[in-house]
Antibody
Framework: EVQLVESGGGLVQPGRSLRLSCAAS????????MHWVRQAPGKGLEWVAG????????GYADSVKGRFVISRDNAKNSLYLQINSPRAEDTALYYC??????????WGQGALVTVSS | EIVMTQSPATLSVSPGERVTLSCRAS??????LAWYQQKPGQSPRLLIY???TRATGIPARFSGSGSGTEFILTISSLQSEDFAVYYC??????????FGGGTKVEIK
């Protein structure tokens, strides 16, 4: 059974940093692209960043480019999102999602990030 | 960036009715289109990919059609567990991958 478990969410002050982690199990992690998708309170889904199986292709939404960094450790079956210089508008539930081609066939339960002073 | 537009924003329907949801892309995405269902307090679930292929375990009452810029998600006979928000997503051209704004299917 595919499982994706996010951790590292919480309250962060504007301009500080936070790192989200996603522990994956139940599939061959380094066979698949992985993504972060977020959802602000009461809003729709927004793709944040994606990384292919060997980190050779990485992409970001314009809203986070230059501030967020996605990475993965295939030896640890883990995905990461480094959130730098967060803003109030980055407040959201952040989902880790397994890529199948470039859509998402499994999702974690999400990690809540609240940006506030 | 490819902009995805869903309509209507909200749909009020009765159980047993046939439901048709629309998704339009600002440029052709061929058939690189997925649909997701999200119930309150839950993570999204993949329903359809490749515009018309049902994901594993998805009931046959869900079907997808379309190509290019116009896509449809049909629920042939709405069940009580189908009341949710539905999102389309294009994956033809990235970055970025983009979602539509969602259609909420609510009880009439």
């Amino acid at each position: 059974e595919v499982q994706l478990v996010e951790s590292g969410g919480g309250l962060v002050q504007p301009g500080r940093s936070l790192r989200l982690s996603c522990a994956a199990s139940g599939f061959i992690f380094d066979d698949y692209a992985m993504h972060w998708v977020r959802q602000a309170p009461g809003k729709g889904l927004e793709w944040v960043a994606g990384i292919n199986w060997n980190s050779g292709k990485i992409g970001y939404a314009d809203s986070v480019k230059g501030r967020f960094v996605i990475s993965r450790d295939n030896a640890k079956n883990s995905l990461y999102l480094q959130i730098n210089s967060p803003r109030a508008e980055d407040t959201a539930l952040y989902y880790c999602a397994k890529g199948q081609q470039w859509h998402f066939d499994h999702w974690g339960q999400g990690a809540l990030v609240t940006v506030s002073s | 960036e490819i902009v995805m537009t869903q309509s209507p924003a909200t749909l009020s329907v009765s159980p047993g009715e046939r439901v048709t949801l629309s998704c339009r892309a600002s440029q052709s995405v061929f058939i690189d289109l997925a649909w997701y269902q999200q119930k309150p307090g839950q993570s999204p679930r993949l329903l359809i990919y490749g515009a018309s292929t049902r994901a594993t375990g998805i009931p046959a009452r869900f079907s997808g059609s379309g190509s290019g810029t116009e896509f449809i998600l049909t629920i042939s006979s709405l069940q009580s567990e189908d009341f949710a928000v539905y999102y389309c997503q294009q994956y033809n051209n990235w970055p970025p991958l983009t979602f539509g704004g969602g259609t909420k299917v609510e009880i009439k």
